[in-house]
Protein backbone atom coordinates (compact mmCIF):
# COMPACT_ATOMS: atom_id res chain seq x y z
CA UNK A 1 0.00 0.00 0.00
CA UNK A 2 1.51 3.62 -0.89
CA UNK A 3 2.41 6.13 1.59
CA UNK A 4 -0.58 8.22 0.27
CA UNK A 5 -3.17 5.19 0.58
CA UNK A 6 -2.25 4.92 3.88
CA UNK A 7 -2.45 8.58 5.05
CA UNK A 8 -5.95 8.08 3.06
CA UNK A 9 -6.99 5.16 5.27
CA UNK A 10 -6.12 6.94 8.49
CA UNK A 11 -7.67 9.83 7.53
CA UNK A 12 -11.06 7.93 7.10
CA UNK A 13 -10.59 6.14 10.28
CA UNK A 14 -10.31 9.47 12.35
CA UNK A 15 -13.44 10.76 10.51
CA UNK A 16 -15.50 7.64 11.25
CA UNK A 17 -14.34 7.05 14.83
CA UNK A 18 -15.01 11.34 15.36
CA UNK A 19 -18.93 10.43 13.97
CA UNK A 20 -18.89 7.59 16.18
CA UNK A 21 -17.72 9.56 19.70
CA UNK A 22 -19.93 12.98 18.00
CA UNK A 23 -23.04 10.23 17.94
CA UNK A 24 -22.04 8.65 21.39
CA UNK A 25 -22.01 12.12 22.97
CA UNK A 26 -25.86 13.00 21.81
CA UNK A 27 -27.11 9.70 23.04
CA UNK A 28 -25.32 10.79 25.90
CA UNK A 29 -26.91 14.31 26.49
CA UNK A 30 -30.58 13.54 25.02
CA UNK A 31 -30.55 10.24 27.67
CA UNK A 32 -29.30 12.65 30.49
CA UNK A 33 -31.09 15.77 29.83
CA UNK A 34 -34.63 12.75 30.07
CA UNK A 35 -32.98 11.88 33.29
CA UNK A 36 -32.44 14.84 35.12
CA UNK A 37 -34.11 17.54 33.23
CA UNK A 38 -37.40 15.71 32.26
CA UNK A 39 -38.84 16.27 35.93
CA UNK A 40 -38.70 20.53 35.38
CA UNK A 41 -41.56 20.26 33.64
CA UNK A 42 -45.14 21.11 34.40
CA UNK A 43 -46.82 17.55 35.88
CA UNK A 44 -49.75 15.69 33.41
CA UNK A 45 -52.45 14.75 35.76
CA UNK A 46 -52.44 12.49 37.46
CA UNK A 47 -48.75 12.47 37.51
CA UNK A 48 -47.29 14.05 40.47
CA UNK A 49 -43.83 16.42 40.67
CA UNK A 50 -41.85 13.73 41.99
CA UNK A 51 -43.98 11.38 39.43
CA UNK A 52 -42.29 13.10 36.77
CA UNK A 53 -39.08 13.57 38.65
CA UNK A 54 -39.29 9.43 38.36
CA UNK A 55 -40.65 9.10 34.84
CA UNK A 56 -37.68 11.45 33.55
CA UNK A 57 -35.23 8.93 35.00
CA UNK A 58 -37.13 5.93 33.33
CA UNK A 59 -37.12 7.72 29.82
CA UNK A 60 -33.40 8.29 30.36
CA UNK A 61 -32.87 4.81 31.28
CA UNK A 62 -34.88 3.70 28.52
CA UNK A 63 -32.93 6.06 26.08
CA UNK A 64 -29.35 5.07 27.16
CA UNK A 65 -29.85 1.28 27.31
CA UNK A 66 -31.24 1.46 24.03
CA UNK A 67 -28.57 3.33 22.02
CA UNK A 68 -25.51 3.57 24.76
CA UNK A 69 -24.80 1.23 27.33
CA UNK A 70 -26.64 -0.96 30.41
CA UNK A 71 -24.05 -0.76 33.00
CA UNK A 72 -23.40 3.29 33.79
CA UNK A 73 -26.89 4.52 33.17
CA UNK A 74 -27.71 1.55 35.66
CA UNK A 75 -25.67 2.81 37.93
CA UNK A 76 -26.54 6.62 37.16
CA UNK A 77 -30.41 5.88 37.74
CA UNK A 78 -29.82 4.70 41.11
CA UNK A 79 -28.32 7.78 42.08
CA UNK A 80 -31.10 9.57 40.27
CA UNK A 81 -33.41 7.98 42.67
CA UNK A 82 -31.74 9.13 45.46
CA UNK A 83 -31.35 12.35 44.32
CA UNK A 84 -35.07 13.31 43.86
CA UNK A 85 -35.75 11.87 47.42
CA UNK A 86 -38.40 8.95 46.98
CA UNK A 87 -35.49 6.69 48.68
CA UNK A 88 -32.20 6.98 50.14
CA UNK A 89 -28.83 5.91 48.50
CA UNK A 90 -28.64 2.97 50.49
CA UNK A 91 -31.80 1.39 50.34
CA UNK A 92 -31.56 1.93 46.39
CA UNK A 93 -28.90 -0.15 46.43
CA UNK A 94 -29.80 -2.88 48.47
CA UNK A 95 -32.95 -2.85 46.46
CA UNK A 96 -31.12 -3.60 43.43
CA UNK A 97 -27.80 -5.24 44.19
CA UNK A 98 -28.87 -6.71 47.58
CA UNK A 99 -32.21 -8.05 46.19
CA UNK A 100 -33.17 -11.87 46.43
CA UNK A 101 -33.22 -11.68 42.24
CA UNK A 102 -29.75 -10.69 42.03
CA UNK A 103 -28.23 -13.34 44.56
CA UNK A 104 -30.44 -16.21 42.37
CA UNK A 105 -29.03 -14.89 39.49
CA UNK A 106 -25.67 -15.10 40.36
CA UNK A 107 -26.11 -18.67 41.42
CA UNK A 108 -27.47 -19.58 38.37
CA UNK A 109 -25.02 -17.89 36.37
CA UNK A 110 -22.34 -19.92 38.34
CA UNK A 111 -23.97 -23.50 38.08
CA UNK A 112 -24.78 -23.06 34.25
CA UNK A 113 -20.89 -21.55 34.22
CA UNK A 114 -19.60 -24.75 35.59
CA UNK A 115 -21.94 -26.72 33.09
CA UNK A 116 -20.80 -25.00 30.19
CA UNK A 117 -17.34 -24.85 31.38
CA UNK A 118 -16.89 -28.75 31.55
CA UNK A 119 -18.59 -29.34 28.59
CA UNK A 120 -21.90 -30.60 29.26
CA UNK A 121 -23.62 -28.75 26.72
CA UNK A 122 -21.52 -30.62 23.34
CA UNK A 123 -23.48 -34.17 24.97
CA UNK A 124 -26.88 -32.89 25.12
CA UNK A 125 -26.57 -31.70 21.17
CA UNK A 126 -24.97 -34.67 20.22
CA UNK A 127 -27.77 -36.75 21.73
CA UNK A 128 -30.47 -35.22 19.71
CA UNK A 129 -28.90 -35.51 16.41
CA UNK A 130 -27.79 -38.79 17.03
CA UNK A 131 -31.12 -40.50 17.35
CA UNK A 132 -31.61 -43.14 14.39
CA UNK A 133 -35.27 -41.40 13.84
CA UNK A 134 -33.50 -38.79 11.54
CA UNK A 135 -32.06 -40.92 9.13
CA UNK A 136 -33.56 -40.02 6.23
CA UNK A 137 -36.13 -38.27 7.48
CA UNK A 138 -35.35 -34.35 6.96
CA UNK A 139 -38.22 -32.99 8.56
CA UNK A 140 -37.88 -35.11 11.99
CA UNK A 141 -34.32 -33.71 12.07
CA UNK A 142 -35.62 -30.42 11.68
CA UNK A 143 -37.59 -31.47 14.64
CA UNK A 144 -34.78 -33.05 16.62
CA UNK A 145 -32.78 -29.99 16.08
CA UNK A 146 -35.46 -27.23 16.98
CA UNK A 147 -35.84 -29.73 20.16
CA UNK A 148 -32.45 -29.93 21.31
CA UNK A 149 -31.98 -26.07 20.87
CA UNK A 150 -35.26 -25.53 23.06
CA UNK A 151 -34.02 -27.90 25.89
CA UNK A 152 -30.31 -26.57 26.19
CA UNK A 153 -31.96 -23.55 26.46
CA UNK A 154 -34.09 -24.36 29.31
CA UNK A 155 -31.05 -25.99 30.99
CA UNK A 156 -28.47 -23.06 30.02
CA UNK A 157 -29.31 -20.06 28.09
CA UNK A 158 -30.47 -19.43 24.31
CA UNK A 159 -26.40 -18.07 23.50
CA UNK A 160 -25.21 -21.14 24.43
CA UNK A 161 -27.65 -22.96 22.43
CA UNK A 162 -27.25 -20.80 19.06
CA UNK A 163 -23.53 -21.07 19.38
CA UNK A 164 -23.97 -25.23 19.77
CA UNK A 165 -26.20 -26.05 17.39
CA UNK A 166 -25.13 -23.61 14.35
CA UNK A 167 -22.00 -24.86 13.96
CA UNK A 168 -23.31 -28.52 14.07
CA UNK A 169 -25.67 -27.42 11.31
CA UNK A 170 -22.58 -24.79 9.31
CA UNK A 171 -21.00 -28.96 9.83
CA UNK A 172 -23.83 -30.49 8.11
CA UNK A 173 -24.38 -27.75 5.36
CA UNK A 174 -21.27 -28.75 4.23
CA UNK A 175 -21.07 -32.10 4.16
CA UNK A 176 -24.51 -32.81 2.03
CA UNK A 177 -24.08 -29.76 0.04
CA UNK A 178 -25.76 -26.49 1.35
CA UNK A 179 -24.42 -22.98 0.59
CA UNK A 180 -25.15 -19.97 2.50
CA UNK A 181 -28.92 -18.57 1.04
CA UNK A 182 -30.10 -21.47 0.23
CA UNK A 183 -33.81 -21.63 1.66
CA UNK A 184 -33.10 -24.47 4.31
CA UNK A 185 -29.89 -22.96 5.59
CA UNK A 186 -31.33 -19.71 5.46
CA UNK A 187 -34.74 -21.10 7.31
CA UNK A 188 -32.72 -23.21 9.67
CA UNK A 189 -30.16 -20.19 10.99
CA UNK A 190 -33.32 -18.24 11.72
CA UNK A 191 -35.37 -20.71 13.20
CA UNK A 192 -32.16 -21.91 15.70
CA UNK A 193 -32.81 -18.54 17.05
CA UNK A 194 -36.46 -18.34 17.29
CA UNK A 195 -36.69 -21.56 19.39
CA UNK A 196 -33.96 -20.34 21.65
CA UNK A 197 -36.71 -17.78 22.28
CA UNK A 198 -39.30 -19.93 22.75
CA UNK A 199 -36.98 -21.51 25.29
CA UNK A 200 -36.06 -17.99 26.58
CA UNK A 201 -39.31 -17.33 27.61
CA UNK A 202 -40.16 -20.64 29.42
CA UNK A 203 -38.35 -20.48 32.62
CA UNK A 204 -39.93 -18.58 35.27
CA UNK A 205 -36.69 -18.60 38.06
CA UNK A 206 -34.05 -17.29 34.96
CA UNK A 207 -33.26 -13.92 33.72
CA UNK A 208 -35.97 -11.36 32.26
CA UNK A 209 -38.92 -13.84 33.09
CA UNK A 210 -37.93 -14.14 36.78
CA UNK A 211 -37.70 -10.00 36.52
CA UNK A 212 -41.05 -9.67 35.53
CA UNK A 213 -42.61 -12.00 37.77
CA UNK A 214 -41.21 -10.14 40.21
CA UNK A 215 -42.30 -7.08 38.78
CA UNK A 216 -45.94 -7.85 38.65
CA UNK A 217 -45.88 -9.40 42.57
CA UNK A 218 -45.09 -5.94 43.46
CA UNK A 219 -47.01 -4.13 41.19
CA UNK A 220 -49.85 -6.06 41.84
CA UNK A 221 -49.92 -7.64 45.51
CA UNK A 222 -50.24 -11.31 43.83
CA UNK A 223 -47.71 -13.78 43.16
CA UNK A 224 -47.79 -15.89 40.10
CA UNK A 225 -46.84 -19.69 40.44
CA UNK A 226 -43.76 -20.63 38.80
CA UNK A 227 -44.93 -24.29 38.35
CA UNK A 228 -48.19 -22.56 36.68
CA UNK A 229 -45.81 -20.19 34.57
CA UNK A 230 -43.93 -23.39 33.26
CA UNK A 231 -47.02 -25.47 32.49
CA UNK A 232 -48.38 -22.92 30.28
CA UNK A 233 -45.16 -21.83 28.69
CA UNK A 234 -43.64 -25.28 28.32
CA UNK A 235 -46.92 -26.09 26.23
CA UNK A 236 -46.77 -23.34 23.90
CA UNK A 237 -43.19 -23.81 23.59
CA UNK A 238 -43.49 -27.47 22.07
CA UNK A 239 -47.05 -26.76 19.94
CA UNK A 240 -45.10 -23.76 18.72
CA UNK A 241 -42.13 -25.86 17.60
CA UNK A 242 -44.71 -28.60 15.54
CA UNK A 243 -46.07 -26.10 14.13
CA UNK A 244 -42.61 -24.22 12.93
CA UNK A 245 -41.56 -27.22 11.33
CA UNK A 246 -45.47 -27.20 9.71
CA UNK A 247 -44.60 -23.62 8.53
CA UNK A 248 -41.27 -24.81 7.14
CA UNK A 249 -42.55 -27.76 5.20
CA UNK A 250 -45.70 -26.50 3.82
CA UNK A 251 -45.54 -22.74 3.45
CA UNK A 252 -41.97 -21.98 3.22
CA UNK A 253 -41.55 -25.04 1.54
CA UNK A 254 -37.64 -25.30 0.83
CA UNK A 255 -35.71 -27.45 -1.27
CA UNK A 256 -34.86 -30.73 1.22
CA UNK A 257 -33.48 -33.24 -1.53
CA UNK A 258 -30.16 -32.98 0.08
CA UNK A 259 -31.41 -33.49 3.52
CA UNK A 260 -32.18 -37.37 2.83
CA UNK A 261 -28.72 -38.41 3.13
CA UNK A 262 -28.64 -37.04 6.57
CA UNK A 263 -27.53 -40.10 9.23
CA UNK A 264 -26.49 -40.38 12.50
CA UNK A 265 -23.17 -40.70 11.46
CA UNK A 266 -22.43 -37.51 10.05
CA UNK A 267 -22.84 -36.60 13.98
CA UNK A 268 -20.79 -39.13 15.47
CA UNK A 269 -17.46 -39.00 13.06
CA UNK A 270 -15.86 -37.33 16.08
CA UNK A 271 -16.41 -39.42 19.05
CA UNK A 272 -17.16 -38.11 22.74
CA UNK A 273 -15.74 -39.96 25.34
CA UNK A 274 -18.22 -41.27 28.32
CA UNK A 275 -18.69 -38.59 31.38
CA UNK A 276 -16.49 -38.17 34.15
CA UNK A 277 -17.20 -37.85 37.66
CA UNK A 278 -17.47 -34.67 37.22
CA UNK A 279 -19.79 -33.85 34.52
CA UNK A 280 -21.99 -36.59 35.49
CA UNK A 281 -22.01 -34.58 38.97
CA UNK A 282 -22.86 -31.51 37.57
CA UNK A 283 -25.61 -32.94 35.84
CA UNK A 284 -27.22 -34.41 39.05
CA UNK A 285 -26.78 -30.82 40.28
CA UNK A 286 -28.89 -29.32 37.24
CA UNK A 287 -31.27 -31.59 38.22
CA UNK A 288 -31.77 -30.95 41.85
CA UNK A 289 -31.53 -27.53 41.09
CA UNK A 290 -34.55 -27.56 38.73
CA UNK A 291 -36.26 -30.04 41.84
CA UNK A 292 -35.54 -27.01 44.03
CA UNK A 293 -37.08 -24.48 42.10
CA UNK A 294 -40.81 -27.01 41.53
CA UNK A 295 -40.56 -28.67 44.85
CA UNK A 296 -41.90 -26.41 47.22
CA UNK A 297 -45.26 -26.03 45.01
CA UNK A 298 -45.31 -29.40 44.36
CA UNK A 299 -45.08 -30.99 48.34
CA UNK A 300 -47.67 -30.90 50.87
CA UNK A 301 -47.76 -28.57 53.57
CA UNK A 302 -45.64 -29.37 57.05
CA UNK A 303 -43.50 -31.46 55.50
CA UNK A 304 -39.94 -31.10 56.60
CA UNK A 305 -38.07 -30.66 52.75
CA UNK A 306 -40.81 -27.65 51.80
CA UNK A 307 -40.39 -26.06 55.32
CA UNK A 308 -36.54 -25.83 54.24
CA UNK A 309 -36.85 -25.17 50.74
CA UNK A 310 -39.93 -22.20 51.67
CA UNK A 311 -37.26 -20.77 54.52
CA UNK A 312 -34.41 -20.79 51.84
CA UNK A 313 -36.33 -19.50 49.04
CA UNK A 314 -35.39 -19.95 45.52
CA UNK A 315 -32.17 -17.69 46.08
CA UNK A 316 -30.90 -19.52 49.13
CA UNK A 317 -31.52 -22.84 47.70
CA UNK A 318 -29.59 -21.96 44.62
CA UNK A 319 -26.67 -20.47 47.39
CA UNK A 320 -26.83 -23.72 48.95
CA UNK A 321 -26.16 -25.35 46.25
CA UNK A 322 -23.52 -23.60 44.70
CA UNK A 323 -21.58 -23.42 48.17
CA UNK A 324 -22.05 -27.47 48.28
CA UNK A 325 -20.69 -27.55 44.99
CA UNK A 326 -17.54 -25.86 46.17
CA UNK A 327 -16.70 -27.65 48.96
CA UNK A 328 -16.60 -30.52 46.82
CA UNK A 329 -13.40 -31.35 45.80
CA UNK A 330 -12.54 -33.96 43.02
CA UNK A 331 -8.63 -34.85 41.89
CA UNK A 332 -7.99 -31.75 44.29
CA UNK A 333 -9.85 -29.51 42.12
CA UNK A 334 -13.17 -27.87 43.62
CA UNK A 335 -16.32 -29.29 41.32
CA UNK A 336 -17.25 -25.78 41.04
CA UNK A 337 -14.56 -23.26 41.14
CA UNK A 338 -16.54 -19.95 42.02
CA UNK A 339 -14.01 -16.99 41.59
CA UNK A 340 -12.89 -18.78 37.91
CA UNK A 341 -16.12 -19.38 36.49
CA UNK A 342 -17.37 -15.91 37.43
CA UNK A 343 -14.55 -14.20 36.32
CA UNK A 344 -15.14 -15.52 32.82
CA UNK A 345 -19.36 -16.07 33.26
CA UNK A 346 -20.42 -12.49 35.49
CA UNK A 347 -22.69 -11.12 33.35
CA UNK A 348 -22.41 -7.35 34.82
CA UNK A 349 -24.88 -5.50 32.25
CA UNK A 350 -27.07 -8.07 32.75
CA UNK A 351 -26.89 -7.86 36.97
CA UNK A 352 -26.74 -3.80 36.52
CA UNK A 353 -30.11 -3.43 34.39
CA UNK A 354 -32.37 -6.18 36.56
CA UNK A 355 -30.97 -4.42 39.69
CA UNK A 356 -31.74 -1.00 38.42
CA UNK A 357 -34.80 -2.30 36.89
CA UNK A 358 -36.42 -3.61 40.31
CA UNK A 359 -35.68 -0.11 41.71
CA UNK A 360 -37.24 2.09 39.12
CA UNK A 361 -40.15 -0.52 38.43
CA UNK A 362 -41.05 -0.33 41.49
CA UNK A 363 -41.12 3.35 41.51
CA UNK A 364 -43.03 3.71 38.45
CA UNK A 365 -46.31 1.75 40.36
CA UNK A 366 -45.89 3.43 43.40
CA UNK A 367 -49.54 5.61 44.33
CA UNK A 368 -46.49 8.25 45.30
CA UNK A 369 -45.66 8.91 41.22
CA UNK A 370 -49.23 8.78 39.77
CA UNK A 371 -48.20 7.54 36.70
CA UNK A 372 -50.12 3.86 36.80
CA UNK A 373 -53.02 5.95 37.23
CA UNK A 374 -52.27 7.91 34.41
CA UNK A 375 -51.57 4.59 32.24
CA UNK A 376 -54.90 3.38 33.18
CA UNK A 377 -56.65 6.00 32.15
CA UNK A 378 -55.40 5.61 28.73
CA UNK A 379 -56.04 2.40 27.91
CA UNK A 380 -59.46 2.59 29.93
CA UNK A 381 -60.78 3.91 26.75
CA UNK A 382 -59.07 1.33 24.65
CA UNK A 383 -60.17 -1.54 26.65
CA UNK A 384 -63.27 0.25 27.86
CA UNK A 385 -66.55 -2.44 27.37
CA UNK A 386 -64.37 -5.46 25.86
CA UNK A 387 -64.50 -8.95 27.65
CA UNK A 388 -61.81 -10.19 29.38
CA UNK A 389 -60.59 -12.88 25.89
CA UNK A 390 -60.77 -9.46 24.38
CA UNK A 391 -58.62 -7.19 26.64
CA UNK A 392 -56.31 -10.31 26.20
CA UNK A 393 -55.67 -10.58 22.69
CA UNK A 394 -55.69 -6.80 22.99
CA UNK A 395 -52.37 -7.14 25.35
CA UNK A 396 -50.70 -9.88 23.39
CA UNK A 397 -50.80 -8.14 19.90
CA UNK A 398 -49.14 -4.63 21.65
CA UNK A 399 -46.68 -7.07 23.41
CA UNK A 400 -45.43 -8.75 20.26
CA UNK A 401 -45.31 -5.78 17.92
CA UNK A 402 -43.67 -3.37 20.68
CA UNK A 403 -40.94 -6.07 21.35
CA UNK A 404 -39.65 -6.37 18.27
CA UNK A 405 -38.88 -2.80 18.19
CA UNK A 406 -37.28 -1.81 21.96
CA UNK A 407 -36.28 -3.68 24.73
CA UNK A 408 -38.58 -6.11 25.95
CA UNK A 409 -37.93 -5.29 30.19
CA UNK A 410 -39.68 -1.92 29.53
CA UNK A 411 -41.99 -3.30 27.34
CA UNK A 412 -43.03 -6.03 29.67
CA UNK A 413 -43.28 -3.94 33.10
CA UNK A 414 -45.34 -0.95 31.08
CA UNK A 415 -48.11 -3.49 29.88
CA UNK A 416 -48.16 -5.31 33.30
CA UNK A 417 -48.61 -1.77 35.31
CA UNK A 418 -51.15 -1.10 33.06
CA UNK A 419 -52.71 -4.62 32.84
CA UNK A 420 -52.81 -5.19 36.45
CA UNK A 421 -54.07 -1.85 37.18
CA UNK A 422 -57.11 -2.03 34.58
CA UNK A 423 -57.85 -5.55 36.22
CA UNK A 424 -58.48 -3.96 39.47
CA UNK A 425 -61.21 -1.72 37.99
CA UNK A 426 -62.41 -3.81 35.93
CA UNK A 427 -62.76 -6.88 38.14
CA UNK A 428 -60.77 -9.25 35.46
CA UNK A 429 -57.84 -12.04 36.75
CA UNK A 430 -54.77 -10.38 36.02
CA UNK A 431 -52.77 -13.01 36.18
CA UNK A 432 -53.84 -15.00 32.35
CA UNK A 433 -52.76 -11.56 31.15
CA UNK A 434 -49.53 -11.59 32.53
CA UNK A 435 -48.06 -14.55 31.77
CA UNK A 436 -48.92 -14.46 28.40
CA UNK A 437 -47.45 -10.58 28.23
CA UNK A 438 -44.42 -12.32 30.03
CA UNK A 439 -44.36 -15.10 27.35
CA UNK A 440 -44.58 -13.09 24.34
CA UNK A 441 -42.19 -9.89 24.74
CA UNK A 442 -39.62 -12.70 25.02
CA UNK A 443 -40.72 -13.65 21.13
CA UNK A 444 -38.09 -10.39 19.92
CA UNK A 445 -36.60 -11.61 16.30
CA UNK A 446 -37.53 -8.91 13.95
CA UNK A 447 -34.85 -6.26 14.58
CA UNK A 448 -31.52 -5.68 15.71
CA UNK A 449 -32.83 -3.68 18.15
CA UNK A 450 -35.74 -6.26 19.83
CA UNK A 451 -33.16 -8.22 22.11
CA UNK A 452 -29.11 -9.45 21.83
CA UNK A 453 -30.35 -12.75 20.06
CA UNK A 454 -32.04 -10.89 17.83
CA UNK A 455 -28.45 -9.11 17.37
CA UNK A 456 -26.64 -11.83 17.02
CA UNK A 457 -28.55 -13.24 14.00
CA UNK A 458 -28.34 -10.15 12.17
CA UNK A 459 -24.64 -10.15 12.45
CA UNK A 460 -24.64 -13.42 10.93
CA UNK A 461 -23.92 -11.94 7.37
CA UNK A 462 -22.19 -14.85 6.28
CA UNK A 463 -25.09 -17.13 6.39
CA UNK A 464 -28.54 -14.79 6.52
CA UNK A 465 -28.94 -11.88 4.16
CA UNK A 466 -30.81 -8.96 6.28
CA UNK A 467 -33.71 -8.94 3.64
CA UNK A 468 -34.59 -12.85 4.45
CA UNK A 469 -33.91 -12.20 8.46
CA UNK A 470 -37.29 -9.26 7.99
CA UNK A 471 -39.36 -11.40 5.86
CA UNK A 472 -38.73 -15.07 7.55
CA UNK A 473 -39.05 -13.32 11.03
CA UNK A 474 -42.25 -11.21 10.43
CA UNK A 475 -43.64 -14.16 9.42
CA UNK A 476 -42.58 -16.31 11.77
CA UNK A 477 -43.96 -13.67 14.64
CA UNK A 478 -47.51 -13.85 12.49
CA UNK A 479 -47.59 -17.73 13.51
CA UNK A 480 -46.36 -16.71 16.91
CA UNK A 481 -49.43 -13.96 17.34
CA UNK A 482 -51.91 -16.60 15.57
CA UNK A 483 -50.73 -20.14 18.37
CA UNK A 484 -50.89 -17.13 21.01
CA UNK A 485 -54.50 -15.95 20.11
CA UNK A 486 -55.96 -19.10 19.13
CA UNK A 487 -53.91 -21.63 21.94
CA UNK A 488 -52.28 -19.09 24.55
CA UNK A 489 -55.67 -17.22 25.82
CA UNK A 490 -57.56 -20.24 26.41
CA UNK A 491 -54.76 -22.19 27.96
CA UNK A 492 -53.90 -19.83 30.32
CA UNK A 493 -57.39 -19.14 31.75
CA UNK A 494 -58.24 -22.87 31.37
CA UNK A 495 -54.80 -23.41 33.98
CA UNK A 496 -54.95 -20.11 35.91
CA UNK A 497 -58.87 -20.11 37.10
Known amino acids: MSKEAVLEAKGVAVEMKSKVDIMYLCHCSIGLVLMFGFGYLSPIDPITPMGMKILGIFLGLIYLWTTVDTVWPSLLGLVAIALTGFMPINQAFAES ?8 VVGILALVGAINTNGICKYIGRWFVTRKVINGRPWVFTFMIFMGVYILTILTSTDTAIFLFWPILYGLFKDIGYKPGDKYATLMIIGVVMVGLFGFAAMPFRGIVLLMLTNFEAISGIAINQLS ?10 VLIVGLVLV ?9 TLLKSVHTELFEKEKLPSMNLRQKMLVGALILFMAGMFLPNLLPQGLWIKNILDTLGPAGFVTLLVACLALIRIEG ?3 LPFAQIMNRMMNWPMVCIIGTALVIGSALTNPETGIRDFLTNIFSGIVAGKSPIMIMIIFVIIALIATNFTNNYVIGVILLTISSSLAETMGFNPIPVAIL ?30 NEIYKYTIAMSVYVLLVLLILGVPLANLIIR
Open 437 to 466: IIFTVHIASVTPAACPYAAILHSNKEWVKT
Open 97 to 104: FGSNQIIL
Open 248 to 256: FKYIFRPDI
Open 229 to 238: YLTISFVLGI
Open 333 to 335: KPL
